[in-house]
C-alpha cells in the first residue's frame, strides 16, 4: 500500500514549472517508475532499472561529473 500510494504522489505530481537546474537521470526499464509516465529525462540509461544508482553508478558518476563541469 505505502508504495502505491508513494509511486502515485509522485507520478501524479502537478508541478507548474520545472527548474532549470535539476537534471533528471533515469532507467529506461525502471518498473517501479516506469519512464514512460515521466516527462523532462535528461538522461535515460538503456536496460537501466529502478536500482541504477547501484548498479550502474560509474556511469551515473561521469554523468554528474559531466553536469557539473557546465556549471
Known sequence: LYMKRTVALIIN???????????????????????RKIKNINYLLKKGSHMITLTRSEEISKIINSILVKV
Request: aromatic share 8%; glycine share 4%.
Open 13 to 35: 505530481w502537478d508541478r507548474i514549472e520545472n527548474s532549470k537546474n535539476i537534471y533528471h537521470i533515469h532507467g529506461e526499464d525502471d518498473h517501479t517508475l516506469p519512464a
